[in-house]
């Protein structure tokens, strides 16, 4: 739907992930143990892997389930009995895949095709799961859950080969970029860190207006390279780059 009310030059971007490490951030992040009724708190990836089709079954439509079996394929427009094999094709031929195992040179390979600055494809990281450590992947577990979602198993290794490849055909130079992006990136989250805690001391302290504006003026300057003329990083930016997703979708709707 949305390719058809878009111009045709419109880039398509979408973001995936390893398919088992996204199932068992799914298991932490929607409490799926609990909402399938699995006991074992040694092994639920186990126990529900040993019988997904009876666990899918049952609880069809809870919250997070439609989650685990080839969602991915489904989210960028898969309609069984079409052809895999052309699918692939087609996504490749409208999407610029990112791989967030691959991300800094995703990025850095999005940013090259589309004729970006670096401030385009500059973020922080605000979440991350809290709670116990993610099990280590298990062979078992990856054989079974690609029974359980073959196609998303597919679709990651396609993508992350198309990826590899990329950035094997851009050559040393964007290994460089890549590590070059990494600096400005804990250079932004060390300036914006300092930038919020500044502005929540100046407002919990009750300082005057012109203080505050002070505080808001702050820049962070980042030195020109071969890649990039220099720039500055404001708070405004930092401001905008903390905002969750779902709180910045509503403010752009508003």
Known sequence: LLMSIMPAYTAHIGIIREPMSKLYSAFSYYGLPRTLKIKDKTDPVGVFLANASSYLQNHQGERGVDTVKDNVVLEFGYQEPENFTAFLEFTESKFIVIILELLNESLIVLK????????????????????????????????????????????????????????????????????WFEDVLNDTKVFCIDFCQNIRTAISEGQNRSSVGLVLQQQKKIAATKWEPGFYITGYECVIMSIKPAAFANAQIA
């Open 112 to 179: 090259r095709k589309l004729c970006w600055t670096i401030k385009d494809v500059l973020y922080m990281t605000l979440r991350k799961t809290k709670g116990r450590p993610t099990k280590t992947k298990s062979d078992n577990h990856i054989s079974l859950y690609k029974k359980v979602s073959p196609l998303d198993f597919k679709f990651y290794a396609y993508f992350r080969g198309v990826m590899e490849r990329e950035i094997t055909y851009q050559g040393p130079d964007l290994q460089q970029e890549v590590d």
